[in-house]
């Protein structure tokens, strides 16, 4: 298993909870965004690419926006963080 930066960690956790704890849940990057302080907002979607590489997210492309969810592995290691 890989390790995860701060920062990584941080908007791992802030995807687990717009997502709601949720596997099936899809939300947009500014949903992930708005659970983080403002000074860290900027790089939000840097992270979740990163994120996304070591499957802890996957991204679904639609119609307006990119939405992220998270998947089994990226549950597991946000409640492990708790």
Not at 51 to 66: F, I, M, Q
Request: charged share 25%; with cysteine.
């Amino acid at each position: 298993m890989t390790t995860l930066s701060p920062m990584e960690q941080a908007v791992l956790r802030a995807l687990m909870y717009a997502c709601d704890f949720s596997l099936g849940a899809h939300v947009p990057r500014q949903a992930v965004a708005i659970k983080l302080q403002p000074n860290l907002r900027g790089e939000v979607k840097k992270y979740l690419k990163k994120l996304r590489a070591k499957g802890y997210c996957n991204e679904h492309p639609t119609r307006g926006d990119t939405t992220w969810q998270l998947t089994q592995l990226g549950l597991s290691e946000a409640k492990k963080m708790l």
